[in-house]
Nanobody
């Protein structure tokens, strides 16, 4: 069994910064891409940023130039540095990882795993 645990959310004024972290743990066999999504009340869950194991990144247009994703493959962690935050960035932020635990590996599959989410609130 594997799990993703996020930390670092909170309340910040517009223009401020927050750093989200996510750690994957458990019986992990392999991890491919890791990333972040967000979901505001009444809206769909949107991609924020992802990073492959080779370091290639993908950002949503609405965060380019403000957010930076990074990861430590040795520690199975991914981070999201969020600068110049805006009230419209308010959402629950979810960590995700495309990975296989040992059971997945034995079945020859990989899965998308999700954290429980962390609230980010940006006040105007």
């Amino acid at each position: 069994q594997v799990q993703l645990v996020e930390s670092g959310g909170g309340l910040v004024h517009a223009g401020g910064s927050l750093r989200l972290s996510c750690a994957a743990s458990g019986s992990i066999f392999s991890i491919d891409a890791m990333g972040w999504y967000r979901q505001a009340p009444g809206k769909q869950r949107d991609l924020v940023a992802t990073m492959a194991t080779d370091g290639n990144t993908n950002y949503a247009d609405f965060v380019k130039g403000r957010f930076t994703i990074s990861r430590d493959n040795g520690k199975n962690t991914v981070h999201l540095q969020m600068n110049s935050l805006k009230p419209e960035d308010t959402a629950v932020y979810y960590c995700t990882a495309h990975m296989a635990d040992y059971s997945d590996y034995e079945r020859g599959v990989t899965n998308d795993y999700w954290g429980q989410g962390t609230q980010v609130t940006v006040s105007s």
